[in-house]
């Protein structure tokens, strides 16, 4: 059934202390719960009704005799609880089959250990409950299984006694001095080594880091555990929070739904954030454990210390969470370019995952209003752009007023379950006066409105008056449920070029005199006018600066004034964007061009990309004193994906052909230059992780691609040879994967051996041959060679459905991920498609129903492709047997 935010009721009960005894067994746990509840004095008595999930009940006992009880649906309802306010004992004892798990929801086994993931609404599979984050408890652990096979055996919080049993059997007794909601509950059993760090905070405390992973791993956890030490310093110096407890604890596994997990004191990580080594880690992986670990680690505080009242709240620990370790990995990443690199790709993600979601049927606010299955809302809508919703708080207040507003939340919420409300009125309470508190109201439309706005902004130039007028104008397309919303509070970063590029003083009419050349206007009205004085002629307009809020933003550029921003602004996320602008705009032309076609092999031979920017494009390659990260952004042209967006109707097969020979020309008009790239960045040295090298393998990387595709395109053998060289002798997986990438992007046939060496080399790698599968399934497509491949792979003996990053490494990666070999003039892929998501969803439906979002966007598709789609999507539809997961993504589908 359908929940709805608007009827949360407070719990009838609340769980104080809760003790736990794991008989741990992978056929048939025994689970003990021993409760202690009582009523809430503030709701009138009813019965207590626990949530539970595939558990087998033995026996239920109250103050220590046996009780009646009923069973209605799931749910253990419990009607003759004594009446009054003393607390009452309640015992619970179910069993549950871990090894039969396949959901990875609850406790569940991953190569022989035991690991539990309880968010949002597992904890239901362990035990009977009251599953909802706003019933905190105190947890005490006892977990006992077989010493041979689980000598290791972890819980929340301290390890307070251990011990033998008979059998061969030990116990942990485990207790945490924190109360949590039992989303945050975990424990872990089985056969694992750690990485052990002892450290002291600039409090003064001291502590223990452990990093737990599978014996032959322990050397790739270094990097985990350095991020994990910048981690727990960042927050302390950043934002005055400390780490709270003695231990703290990340294990990994190779089975899991998603990233990690924040687990109080226990994180629990996917393999693929915590592992890494120079061989077999690509820098992308380096930053993405950074950035991974230092979000579960923030949860400590914005999730754990202060948690969620109900999961329609998920971003207030999610968008928070995701915005700190954004500027985490800013702060680590060190001058503005390197920051400004690290926001780019944070827009990039938001820009082309969540502004399709925004303007799709699964569309719904940063605080949903209803949901049928919670972890379908665990989005790029619920965490990036709800990250872009505090970022925006944060520029309107400040940095030091945000502190201020992070002070007030914690001293009003600590240890609370409360709503996006409440921090939200804490920042704008800690900064009286600020634009924020001005306009609070206002500003949570943020929260409640979902779809992406539009600004349209117009400049006038009255020589006369010396002023340079501009207007900006809003508006949001309707989503489901909301055709006409109230305006945005919109915080645009501008600042004004002269045509040489200089950045002129911006003085408001009717301010006092400033001297600045970037501020923030707020937009707050449908329409606004903001007038420039002391213009001597006409400006380039640099708007959204920084991307200071998630919107589209339109205006009317001429080439030449987008080439002024590329080659000048001072912002250089403005600086990039109109290079992405002016690349889009001739992609956008050349879709709409009937001249423009393409040959039987899906090429365009004709030129497309106009000599000016090809020149700008050169002169940003060889720029003296540009970052080598930043220049392989700009060289990179928009996604299919981003281009399809800006269409009505989208053409799959036309954008993939548009694309892919601007990037032909590139290459090879820009030859020379790609060589000169090469040469001057291939060596890097000893590896390091940081973001200069990075920048350079980057680089490289793309230098590399791009003389590897237009050699195959002259027959010249040089380049494609060199990139063999280089994917053989390699030192790294960055400079290896780029090569080997390179030769199989480029379509040339040394692509084949390289795969075959590459999988032999790394065959005992499960993280490298996810890449391996990853590489080949998300292809550029070559008279429709990728769906065979793609199902040759899942024929091979290392692919398995159950695993789901292997499945992803396939599956995602071809209909998520490959556009081009996806949308098939004859179906297969959307075929394809809904076997796998009818196949996924017996055995994970949160898996399954990530990639039943595939064919979100299908309504804009051109025919035929349209008509295949629904057809695709109405065959999953009609399973009599599907999950509420997959139910509602498909239905919200097809009713869009
Ligand atoms: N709270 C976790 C994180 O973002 C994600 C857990 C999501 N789990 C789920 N089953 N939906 O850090
Ligand atoms: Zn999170």
């Keep these: 059934a359908v929940i709805h935010r608007t009827d949360y009721q407070p719990p009838a009960f609340w769980i104080d202390h809760v003790e736990l005894t794991f008989d741990l067994d992978p056929a048939k746990t025994r689970v003990l719960n021993k409760m202690r509840v009582r009523r809430n004095a503030a709701v009138p008595a009813q019965p207590l009704r626990l949530h539970g999930e595939d558990l087998n009940l033995a026996r239920v006992m109250v103050n220590g005799a046996g009780t009646s009880f009923k069973m209605e649906g799931a749910q253990l309802v419990l009607e003759n609880l004594p009446e009054g306010d003393a607390p009452v004992d309640l015992e619970i004892f179910t069993t549950c089959a871990p090894a039969k798990n396949t959901q990875l929801m609850g406790l569940y086994v991953s190569q022989g250990t035991f690991f539990t993931q309880c968010e949002a609404e597992g904890f239901r599979r362990i035990t009977y409950f009251l599953d909802r984050p706003d019933v905190m408890a105190s947890y005490t652990v006892t977990l006992r299984a077989d010493k041979a096979q689980y000598p290791v055996l972890l819980s929340n919080g301290n390890l307070v006694e251990q011990g033998e049993l008979d059998d061969g059997r030990h116990f942990a007794k485990w207790v945490d001095p924190h109360k949590k909601p039992c989303y945050l509950f975990a424990l872990v059993a089985g056969k694992l080594v750690a990485r052990e760090q002892k450290i002291r905070t600039r409090a003064g405390t001291d502590h223990l880091l452990q990093v737990y992973v599978r014996p032959g791993d322990l050397g790739k956890t270094e990097h985990a555990m350095n991020s994990l030490m910048a981690s727990i310093a960042w927050d302390e110096a950043r934002f005055g929070l400390p780490l709270d407890l003695e231990r703290f604890m990340i294990v990994a596994t190779s089975d899991f739904n998603m990233g990690a997990m924040e687990n109080k004191g226990l994180n629990i990580f996917n393999t693929k954030y915590v592992l890494a080594s120079e061989a077999t880690a690509t820098d992308a992986d380096f930053a993405n454990i950074e950035s991974v670990v230092g979000h579960e680690y923030f949860h400590n505080w914005t999730g754990n210390r202060v948690t969620c009242r109900d ?165 949001c397309p309707a989503t489901p449920g909301q055709q006409d919303k109230p305006a945005f509070v919109i915080p645009v970063e501008l600042g004004l070029l002269s045509a040489e590029g200089a950045a002129l003083p911006l003085q408001l009419q009717g301010e006092p005199a400033a001297a600045g050349s970037s501020r923030t206007v707020v937009l707050s009205e449908p329409e606004q006018q903001w007038v420039f004085t002391g213009i ?49 705009r001739t992609a956008l032309a050349a879709l709409d061009n009937p001249e423009v076609v393409a040959d039987a092999a899906g090429h365009i031979a004709a030129p497309l990309l106009p000599d000016a920017f090809v020149q700008a494009m050169r002169s940003v390659l060889r720029h003296p004193q540009l970052d080598a990260a930043f220049k392989e952004l700009v060289l990179t042209l928009p996604s299919e994906t981003y281009i399809a967006e800006q269409r009505d109707v989208v053409d799959p097969q036309r954008i993939h052909a548009v694309r892919e020979a601007m990037r032909a020309q ?87 051996p390289a795969l075959a060496r590459f999988h032999a080399l790394f065959k005992d790698e499960p993280l490298v041959i996810d890449k391996w ?122 009713n869009d």
């Excluded at 090879?668 to 590896?687: F, M, P, S, V």
């Excluded at 008509?867 to 999950?883: F, M, Q, Y």
């Design 311 to 475: 999961w329609f709240q998920l971003s207030l620990k999610e968008g928070l969470t995701v915005f700190r370790d954004q500027e985490f990995s800013q702060d680590l990443a060190g001058d503005a370019s390197a920051r400004a690199v690290k926001r780019i790709e944070d827009v990039r993600v938001l820009r082309t995952v969540q502004f399709p979601e925004d303007a799709g049927p699964m569309a719904h606010p940063v605080r949903p209003d209803s949901y049928l299955e919670i972890n379908n809302f665990y989005t790029v809508t619920i965490y990036e752009k709800g990250a872009e919703v505090v970022r925006m708080m944060h520029n309107l207040v400040g940095r030091d007023g945000f502190a201020q507003g992070m002070k007030l939340y914690f001293e009003r919420h600590d240890g609370q379950a409360v709503t996006c409300d409440d921090f939200a009125q804490a920042i704008a309470d800690a900064n009286p006066g600020s634009e924020l508190a001005q306009r609070l109201d206002a500003f949570k439309h943020w929260y409640s409105q979902a779809g992406t706005p539009r600004v349209q902004a117009h400049g006038h130039f009255d020589a006369a008056a010396r002023t340079y007028t501009l207007t900006l104008r809003q508006s």
């Design 536 to 584: 001597d002629a006409v400006p380039v307009p640099s708007l959204l600066r920084g991307f200071s809020a998630p919107v589209v933003l339109e205006c009317a550029y001429s080439d030449q004034d987008l080439l002024t921003l590329l080659a000048h602004d001072p912002d250089p996320f403005n600086r990039w964007e109109a290079g992405q602008r002016l690349a889009l």
């Design 666 to 752: 590139l290459a090879q008009a820009l030859h020379d230059d790609w060589q000169w790239a090469w040469e001057a960045h291939e060596n890097t040295g000893g590896y390091s992780p940081d973001p200069i090298s990075t920048g350079r393998r980057a680089l490289a990387g793309l230098a590399l691609a791009m003389l590897c595709l237009s050699a195959v395109r002259t027959g010249n053998p040089v380049w494609p040879g060199k990139a063999y060289q280089r994917f053989k002798s390699a030192s790294n997986m960055t400079d290896r994967f780029n090569a080997l990438t390179a030769l199989v992007y480029s379509g040339h046939e040394l692509a084949q």
């Design 773 to 894: 599968f990853a590489l080949q399934a998300g292809a550029p497509d070559r008279a429709g060679h990728v769906l065979p491949v793609v199902r040759q792979l899942m024929q091979h003996p290392d692919f398995s459905l159950k695993n789901p990053n292997r499945a992803r490494s396939v599956i995602f990666s071809y209909c998520n991920g490959n556009p081009g070999a996806f949308h098939r003039a004859d179906a297969g892929g959307y075929v394809f498609w809904s076997d796998r998501v009818i196949e996924l969803d017996a055995i994970n439906p949160q898996v399954a129903a990530r990639l039943a979002r595939a064919l979100d966007r299908w309504r804009k598709l051109a025919e035929p492709w349209r008509t295949a789609a629904r057809e695709a999507i109405a065959r999953v539809a009609a399973r009599p047997d599907l999950s509420n997961d997959v139910r509602e993504v498909v239905t919200r589908a097809l």
